[in-house]
C-alpha cells in the first residue's frame, strides 16, 4: 500500500503562502483544525502544481487550503472525506508528526510509516488511508489542496508520471 509520494518539484511559494497564514484573520474552525482558502493564483510561482489544480478542477471544487493546528494536538486517526487523494506542503512547524497505518484487528494498526517533510517540498497522498497528526509545541501550518473525489491517488500519481509534471 503506498501511503504518500514526494513530487519531483520544489516549492517557489511556501515563504509566501506561510506570511499569508500567519497574517489571515479569520479562519473557520472545523473539528479543531482552523482552514482559509486561497486563490490559485497564491501557486503561481509553481506550475507543477498550477497544473495540476487546473487538470483535477480542485479550484472550482474550492479545494486550495491553508491550515492552522493548534500545538500540543492530536487530530484523531482517521481518513478523509470527500476526497481521496491530496497534494500537501508544510509551511511550518516540523516539530510536528504525520503516520499513517492500516487498520487491522480491533483498534489496532500495522505498517505505521511516517510522513517526514522536508521544505519546499509538495506530497501527494493517499487521503483514504488512515492516518493521524500530532503537533508538538508550535503552531502548524500547511498547505492541502484536495483532489475531488472522483480523482483517485492513483489517477494523481498516473497523471503525474504520464505528464511528467
Excluded at 506550475?47 to 479550484?59: D, M
Excluded at 487521503?127 to 480523482?151: A, D, M, V, W
Amino acid at each position: 500500500m503506498t501511503y504518500f509520494v514526494q513530487l519531483g518539484t520544489e516549492s517557489k511559494v511556501r515563504l509566501h503562502l506561510l506570511r499569508k497564514a500567519k497574517e489571515a484573520e479569520h479562519w473557520k474552525a472545523n473539528n479543531g483544525i482552523d482552514r482559509i482558502e486561497i486563490d490559485a493564483s497564491d501557486l503561481e510561482g509553481d506550475p507543477l502544481i498550477v497544473s495540476l489544480v487546473e487538470h483535477f478542477q480542485c479550484k472550482a471544487h474550492r479545494r486550495l487550503s491553508l491550515f492552522r493546528f493548534l500545538p500540543w494536538t492530536c487530530h484523531s486517526w482517521h481518513v478523509d472525506l470527500q476526497r481521496y487523494a491530496a497534494i500537501n506542503m508544510l509551511l511550518e512547524g516540523w516539530d510536528s508528526a504525520t503516520l499513517f497505518g492500516t487498520r487491522a484487528a480491533g483498534v489496532n494498526l500495522t505498517n505505521i510509516q511516517p510522513l517526514e517533510y522536508e521544505p519546499d517540498r509538495y506530497y501527494l497522498l493517499n487521503s483514504k488511508c488512515t492516518h493521524t497528526i500530532i503537533n508538538y509545541s508550535r503552531p502548524r501550518f500547511l498547505l492541502s489542496i484536495g483532489i475531488p473525489e472522483q480523482y483517485s491517488f492513483k489517477d494523481v500519481r498516473d497523471y503525474i508520471e504520464r505528464t511528467g509534471a
